[in-house]
């Protein structure tokens, strides 16, 4: 049984900064491919980003790129999101996914993964 648990969600203002962790249970973290998604009130869940199974290779959706980071830690099965500078706008439950193989392509759709955790909530204030 495949497990995700996100943690770290929480209120910030604008500008502040949140890391998301994400602990994986129940498959080889180290040969999986993990991606963090999000999902505003009324809207879709939508793609954040994605990162292979060794790390060395990362891709993110523009509205976030060269402000959130995402990482992972194979011994402790953990993926992290650094998220700085944060929006309003990237006030949204996020949930980590994991993927069946190491390695996605740009932008993956969520059909790439097969496991979702339960989503954290983050909130930004003007």
């Known amino acids: 049984q495949v497990q995700l648990v996100e943690s770290g969600g929480g209120l910030v203002q604008a500008g502040g900064s949140l890391r998301l962790s994400c602990a994986a249970s129940?498959?080889?973290?180290?040969?999986?491919?993990m991606g963090w998604f999000r999902q505003a009130p009324g809207k879709e869940r939508v793609f954040v980003s994605a990162?292979?199974?060794?790390?060395?290779?990362?891709n993110y959706a523009d509205s976030v790129k060269g402000r959130f980071t995402i990482s992972r830690d194979n011994a402790k099965s953990t993926v992290y999101l650094q998220m700085n500078s944060l929006r309003p706008e990237d006030t949204a439950v996020y949930y980590c996914?994991?993927?069946?193989?190491?390695?996605?392509?740009?932008?993956?759709?969520?059909?790439?993964?097969?496991?979702w955790g339960q989503g954290t909530q983050v909130t930004v204030s003007s």
């Open positions: 129940g498959r080889t973290f180290s040969t999986s491919a």
């Open positions: 990162i292979s199974r060794s790390g060395g290779s990362t």
């Open positions: 996914a994991t993927a069946s193989t190491g390695y996605l392509s740009y932008l993956p759709p969520r059909t790439a993964f097969d496991y």
